[in-house]
């Protein structure tokens, strides 16, 4: 629960468009940079390049208003936490080359609104991009559903296979039936 509350509270104080927020890229190496600019240059006019959380810190710090997409070890819960705090209009992305629901739910703790991994499709990187720039939020199924199910316990409410079945549909779109049956 304290995971949606946080999230929730990250959302509230995004409501950015896309087009409005700039890019940071964050890797500690240039080819990582490279694929992501190639990625993003065609639909983002101002898109800026750093290899250090210091760097990040500098190039925010005249405008908080971006998305920081960031390699992990650029990057991390700490240095995430770090960025909420001083700059609450900027959204973060982090990438990794081991993701795990675990370091996942750690980002997210911290005020991270995307995690994905590091050698995602460009196509993907700019669909990404595209969520989290317009407010969303982006995690992988697995990692979702482990957060779901995880509320469901806290809370003392755990839907049976029966129960998530007969969701009334006319009040829930297609995409909301999907994820409740998960």
Known sequence: ????????????????????????????KQSTRKRWLKALQSGHE?????????????????DS???VLAHEKCIG?????????RFPESRI?????????????????AGVVGVANAYISLDLLQEVARVVGSGGVWIVNDLMQRIVAASFQ???NDLSEAEVNNL????LTTRELQTAKF
């Open 65 to 67: 208003q971006h998305s």
């Open 154 to 156: 806290a809370s003392g």
């Open 168 to 171: 009334p549909g006319e009040e």
């Open 1 to 28: 629960l304290a995971i949606f509350s946080n999230l929730l509270h990250v959302l509230r104080h995004r409501r950015l468009g896309s087009d409005e927020m700039k890019l940071l890229l964050c890797g500690d």
């Open 46 to 62: 101002n898109i800026s390049e750093c290899d250090s959380f210091s760097e990040a810190i500098a190039t925010l710090g005249g």
């Open 93 to 109: 992305i982090i990438f990794s080359d081991n993701p795990d629901d675990v370091k996942g739910i750690e980002y997210l703790k």
């Open 77 to 85: 819960t700490i240095e995430a936490q770090e960025i909420n705090s």
